[in-house]
T-cell receptor, first 113, second 111 residues
Framework: DQQVKQNSPSLSVQEGRISILNCDYTNSMFDYFLWYKKYPAEGPTFLIS?????DKNEDGRFTVFLNKSAKHLSLHIVPSQPGDSAVYFC????????????FGSGTRLLVRP | NAGVTQTPKFRILKIGQSMTLQCTQDMNHNYMYWYRQDPGMGLKLIYY???????DKGEVPNGYNVSRSTTEDFPLRLELAAPSQTSVYFC??????????FGPGTRLTVL
């Protein structure tokens, strides 16, 4: 039973265009969400997060949007760069276990020069 | 700061062998975690620790053991390796309850 779902295993975009990565969740008791980026042969690195009391958080080229009614969040990368090519994981934090992360299966992003 | 370090990077085990995956962090974090990542899947929590001497099970603890005798170290023990434990193992740590910092991973194959 996957509580956090990333239904697109891969995404390919042209350099300079927008990348939109999507994540859906089923548990309304999640109150914090994070995106991690992972290069091959490395551990995941934190990218950006959002609290459930917000609907948007922005950090440079990266923006995360949260739609609580739809239980959906998305990561927008604008403009996309070849160095953004990586696997992106969405993760959620339950209210009752605030140090446990529930991960999605990841989306592999390829940014074409 | 080295952050989170893991050894070894790669290991091949035979069925029934045992081994310990080492994890050390130098950020003085109280919280430490072990995850496994199977191909095409997200990371699943095996065990976690909220401080020295305190450990608890995550989603997939069967076949593993942990200990936390110091703040810095959080080793993961496999007692009787099975092919189902072929995976990439990540150790992570955090100061508080949000951002976790990950090590580079250990790729384990059980044949």
């Amino acid at each position: 039973d996957q509580q956090v779902k990333q239904n697109s295993p891969s995404l390919s975009v042209q350099e300079g265009r927008i990348s939109i990565l999507n994540c859906d969740y089923t548990n309304s008791m999640f109150d914090y969400f994070l995106w991690y980026k992972k290069y091959p042969a490395e551990g995941p690195t934190f990218l950006i997060s959002i609290s459930s009391i917000k609907d948007k958080n922005e950090d440079g080229r990266f923006t995360v949007f949260l739609n609580k009614s739809a239980k959906h969040l998305s990561l927008h990368i604008v403009p996309s760069q070849p160095g953004d090519s990586a696997v992106y994981f969405c993760a959620a934090v339950p209210m009752d276990s605030s140090y446990k992360l529930i991960f999605g299966s990841g989306t592999r992003l390829l940014v074409r020069p | 700061n080295a952050g989170v370090t893991q050894t070894p990077k790669f290991r091949i085990l035979k069925i029934g062998q045992s081994m310990t995956l080492q994890c050390t962090q130098d950020m003085n974090h109280n919280y430490m975690y072990w995850y496994r990542q199977d191909p095409g899947m997200g990371l699943k929590l095996i065990y976690y620790s909220v401080g020295a001497g305190i450990t608890d099970k995550g989603e997939v603890p069967n076949g593993y053991n942990v200990s936390r005798s110091t703040t810095e170290d959080f080793p993961l023990r496999l007692e009787l390796a099975a092919p189902s434990q072929t995976s990439v193992y990540f150790c992570a740590s955090s100061y508080s309850t949000d951002t976790q910092y990950f090590g580079p991973g250990t790729r384990l194959t059980v044949l």
